[in-house]
């Protein structure tokens, strides 16, 4: 399997653009997570998806960010429009869930950086 | 409750030598208790996990130690290597649910 795909991995645009960030995740897995990493915040949690269906989006951090899955091998992050604070790297994962809910599989992120 | 505390932020050992790496935690509902790590430009890939009924798991090199009374996790590599230089992250998540609770991470440098 070629693991977790995330498109692009880098992206740099200027404050006001709408950014859209990409996954593919590991077939047979029914879980894809969003997450967000910066150096003051670490590892967050943005939202998950059971069979394509969002289940927490507690740590969206606005309106400006949303997310979609519209079949089980593909979902999207869009933030519109984009602020220089959003710059960050993001990780999709991807998991089957039970038994082990931590064994999540990470992509390579996209490294969004917002001028 | 929800944060992991992680120590120290970076570590710095020499080749063969033991890197340890502690977390705590104040939510006594979290039962899985990963350790992830990442190489630069990657994804965190799990590495070991412990559940809190054992007070320890070893899988090659990688052993995590769990004390649940003290509510204190803690990740030991044995006779660690140049290779191990990593960033690693503790993590802790309940059953019932899929959000992991990452710790803020400990850069490892191993020298040769």
């Known amino acids: 399997d070629a693991g977790v795909i995330q498109s692009p991995r880098h992206e740099v645009t200027e404050m006001g653009q709408e950014v859209t960030l990409r996954c593919k995740p590991i077939s047979g897995h029914d879980y894809l997570f969003w997450y967000r990493q910066t150096m003051m915040r670490g590892l967050e949690l943005l939202i998950y998806?059971?069979?394509?269906?969002?289940?927490?989006d507690s740590g969206m951090p606005e309106d400006r960010f949303s997310a979609k899955m519209p079949n089980a091998s593909f979902s999207t992050l869009k933030i519109q429009p984009s602020e220089p604070r959003d710059s960050a790297v993001y990780f999709c994962?991807?998991?089957?869930?039970?038994?082990?809910?931590?064994?999540?599989?990470f992509g390579p992120g996209t490294r969004l950086t917002v001028t | 409750q929800q944060q992991v505390k992680q120590s120290p932020q970076s570590l710095i050992v020499q080749k063969g030598g033991i890197s340890i790496i502690n977390c705590a935690y104040e939510?006594?509902?979290?039962?899985?208790f990963p350790w992830y790590q990442q190489f630069p430009g990657k994804g965190p890939a799990l590495l070991i996990a412990i559940r809190p009924d054992v007070s320890e798991k070893k899988e090659g090199r990688f052993t995590i130690s769990f004390n649940k009374s003290a509510k204190q996790f803690s990740l030991h590599i044995m006779d660690s290597q140049p290779g191990d230089s990593a960033t690693y992250f503790c993590?802790?998540?309940?059953?019932?649910?899929?959000?992991?609770?990452f710790g803020s991470g400990t850069r490892l440098l191993v020298r040769p």
């Open positions: 998806f059971n069979n394509n269906v969002p289940i927490d």
């Open positions: 994962a991807s998991s089957y869930g039970q038994p082990n809910p931590y064994e999540q599989y």
């Open positions: 993590a802790a998540t309940k059953d019932s649910s899929y959000k992991l609770i």
């Open positions: 939510n006594t509902a979290f039962d899985y």
